[in-house]
């Protein structure tokens, strides 16, 4: 006897769900990346959309749709790749969804140089793939601290004490993210794009300083004075040049946070841009050290 099961039925209200699913499934993945394969915990976000005649979705098959060792390789080429898997699975055993979205939240060590400073460093990861199984669209976002010093603040400082050297400023703690989006799967590897964003900072931020290298990041960032606004333009500036051989419709963003140290309140600036649209600066200055 086969019974009609509840999600298939149809609602009262009959308006499709772009989105439903599971937030925050854990799963353990193998990357391959320059250091070698890395276990990696991500931690996914996985939906798929449902027709207006539905009235829920067969959610058990979200968590079918994660990789097992037996089904797919024990190790994927990128983080991207892996998603890929679990987009395609999901569209699969969902037949009746055209769309889906699958969503992974991460930490990854970085090495970030600056100066004689070369540690590394966690930075925040979110890559997602969207769409049907013919057009997907693929996004990475990376975010990390630095640091920035003020230059208003700065500029007057100086001519108040008639200084013609380093004078001191307000610093703050800043919050960087930046996001590429493509039409199509480029693998943009993280340590990149957060070395790429580090260099949008008065200087960026260290888990470990000695005194002196404490003294000498401060110096450093003292004499690289910077708006959160300058931290947004360089940080696109800096993606640009890092997505040359990519199309030009690929989309750039970047946002900041500066967390405020003589105010009460924060500071925040975005920007985006489609590649085409974006200047190309001195890529070999925005982006050292990759």
């Not at 993606?239 to 750039?252: G, Y």
């Amino acid at each position: 006897m086969n019974l009609l099961e509840i999600q298939d039925m149809k609602p009262n209200y009959t308006i499709p769900i772009k989105r439903v699913g599971f937030k925050g499934l854990w799963k353990r993945a193998y990357i391959e990346s320059p250091l070698g394969v890395m276990p990696i915990d991500l931690e996914i976000n996985a939906y798929v959309e449902i027709p207006e005649d539905k009235k829920g979705a067969h959610l058990s098959r979200n968590v079918e749709a994660l990789p097992e060792d037996m089904e797919f390789p024990t190790k994927a080429k990128s983080i991207e790749y892996y998603l890929e898997k679990i987009h395609n699975s999901l569209l699969r055993l969902h037949s009746y969804a055209k769309t889906a979205r699958v969503e992974a939240k991460t930490r990854y060590g970085v090495e970030i140089k600056f100066n004689d400073l070369s540690e590394m460093e966690p930075v925040d990861v979110l890559i997602s793939v969207d769409g049907d199984l013919n057009h997907k669209r693929w996004s990475i976002t990376v975010g990390l601290y630095g640091m920035t010093a003020c230059p208003s603040a700065q500029s007057t400082i100086s001519s108040i004490i008639n200084s013609n050297t380093i004078s001191p400023s307000h610093s703050q703690k800043v919050l960087l993210y930046g996001t590429i989006e493509t039409e199509e799967n480029y693998i943009i590897r993280i340590e990149d794009i957060a070395r790429c964003l580090s260099n949008a900072f008065s200087a960026p931020s260290f888990t470990l300083l000695k005194r002196m290298q404490e003294a000498n990041l401060v110096i450093s960032a003292h004499k690289n004075p910077k708006f959160v606004e300058d931290v947004v333009r360089d940080a696109i500036g800096g993606l640009r040049c890092l997505t040359e051989s990519l199309p030009e419709n690929t989309v750039i963003k970047a946002e900041a946070i500066s967390l405020e140290s003589i105010h009460p309140h924060n500071v925040y600036a975005y920007s985006e841009g489609i590649k085409s649209s974006l200047p190309a600066l001195n890529c070999k200055k925005l982006c050292n050290n990759l």
